[in-house]
Structures are given as structure tokens and as C-alpha cells.
């Protein structure tokens, strides 16, 4: 097996490929590469950091355990985001089906105050409309770069096209949204 010094020229293909094949460090490089993304993107679909950490934290076993039915048709960051994706999805579905139970409110409010949070799900709304007179293809590009945090290298990789295509897309939709959110900031 291999150190950790052999690990940091090796592509994600390849890290994954040695995990698989038994090399101990290479999953934990491989993750260590995209684990601020994934956490990121996590978060933005629970919306909770608690609920974030525990679904990346799911994502990763199902990643650890299924590496070997990876199947390269795919950037293996792409495989990854499908995992963390879907792990959130079925951590919202989960709790979606599971009734809430009303607390002493006289209790609560005295030991968990509740800091009003209208104005910011609003922005939220509002960005949200905004993002969805986009194209497609902007829509895309915008949000893997801006919201994700990915490089315009990353999201070309991710989107499978060009980076200059990347850079176009993300300034026209970054100059539609400028004038759909003034439109809506004045009505």
C-alpha cells in the first residue's frame, strides 16, 4: 500500500480506485479534497448545519461503502455531489414524514429565545424567483459557482463544458438576476 505522501498526485479516479483496492489513506484524501463543497452544498440543501452534518456524514459511508460501483462515467466529484445530494433528500423526506409535537410555549421562548428570521427567508423568496427566470444553463452555472462555491474549473468539470462557457453563462445570468432582484426590491 501507499503512504500519504504518494496520495497527493494522484487524480479522484485514482484515489478512489486504491481505496477500493485496499489503500488505507485514499479515501481520506479524496475527501478530504472536496469535504468544504460537499459540506457546503449539505448545508444549502438541509438548511441546518446539524441536519447538514449528519447527511454528509451518511453520504460518505454510503460513498465509502459503494466505491467499488462507481463507474467512471462521471468526474468522481460529480458522484459525490449526487451522494450528498440524495443523502439530503432522503434526511427532508424522513423528517417531513414524522409529526411535530407542541412544546410549552411559555417554557420554550424562556430557555431558547427565537430571533426573528422574516427578513432573510423573504431575500430567500425572492432570490429563489429570481434564480428561476434564469435558464437552465445559468441557472446551473450561477449556482455552482456562486451559492456552491465552486471554481469556474470545478463547475466546468461538474457541468461537463468548456470554462470561457462557465464565465459567459455566470455573467449573463449574474446580470439577469441583477435586474429581475432591482425589479422586485421596487415593487
Known amino acids: ?40 452544498l449539505a448545508t444549502l440543501r438541509c438548511g441546518c448545519p446539524e441536519d447538514a452534518a449528519d447527511a454528509l456524514q451518511e453520504a460518505l459511508l454510503a460513498a465509502h461503502r459503494g466505491a467499488a460501483t462507481f463507474r467512471h462515467h462521471a468526474a468522481v466529484s460529480s458522484w459525490l455531489h449526487r451522494i450528498v445530494v440524495n443523502a439530503c433528500l432522503d434526511r427532508l423526506r424522513r423528517h417531513r414524514n414524522h409529526p411535530t409535537v407542541a412544546l410549552d410555549a411559555s417554557s420554550a421562548l424562556a430557555a431558547h429565545p427565537i430571533s426573528d ?15 428561476r427566470r434564469l435558464t437552465h444553463d445559468q441557472r446551473a452555472a450561477v449556482v455552482a459557482v456562486d451559492m456552491q462555491g465552486y471554481s469556474v474549473a470545478e463547475a ?25 432582484l432591482r ?3 421596487c415593487a
Open 183 to 185: 425589479y422586485q426590491d
Open 117 to 131: 428570521r422574516t427578513a432573510q427567508v423573504e431575500t430567500t423568496i425572492v432570490v429563489h424567483h429570481a434564480l
Open 1 to 40: 500500500m501507499t503512504g500519504r505522501a504518494d496520495t497527493a498526485e494522484r487524480t479522484d479516479a485514482e484515489l478512489l480506485a486504491a481505496h477500493v483496492a485496499g489503500d488505507l489513506y485514499a479515501f481520506e484524501e479524496l475527501i478530504g479534497r472536496h469535504y468544504r463543497q460537499l459540506y457546503r
Open 156 to 180: 466546468a468539470r461538474l457541468l461537463g463544458i468548456a470554462e470561457g462557457t462557465v464565465k459567459s453563462r455566470c455573467a449573463r445570468g449574474r446580470a439577469r438576476l441583477a435586474v429581475e
